[in-house]
């Protein structure tokens, strides 16, 4: 099974920068869309950046401009830069892995930010 670490999370003023990591057990990126996803408390949890199947990034409207997905595939690592940081983007950042050709998910553990003064 494939297990993915997260890391990176922690507590950052508004403006701020913070760097979050994923790291996969072993090579995953041919069989499977890396994305990272957010749930703040009481709501649902959000697609923020993503691959697509073909290579493409995508970003959710309210991070745009400001975060930026990135791959390192002989690390087997995804990378998630988030800039110029706000409170609304307070929440558990999750790391995921969807098999291409059945959309099975896998998800890390999660990892914490928190945007405050």
């Known amino acids: 099974q494939v297990q993915l670490v997260e890391s990176g999370g922690g507590l950052v003023q508004p403006g701020g920068s913070l760097r979050l990591s994923c790291t996969a057990s072993?090579?995953?990126?041919?069989?499977?869309?890396m994305g990272w996803h957010r749930q703040a408390p009481g709501k649902q949890r959000e697609l923020v950046a993503g691959?697509?199947?073909?290579?493409?990034?995508n970003y959710a409207d309210s991070v745009k401009g400001r975060f930026t997905i990135s791959r390192d595939n002989a690390k087997n690592t995804v990378t998630l830069q988030m800039n110029s940081l706000k409170p609304e983007d307070t929440a558990v950042y999750y790391c995921?892995?969807?098999?291409?050709?059945?959309?099975?998910?896998?998800w890390g553990q999660g990892t914490q930010v928190t945007v405050s003064s």
């Open positions: 691959f697509t199947s073909g290579g493409f990034t």
């Open positions: 995921n892995a969807r098999r291409r050709f059945d959309h099975y998910d896998i």
């Open positions: 072993r090579n995953i990126f041919s069989t499977y869309v």
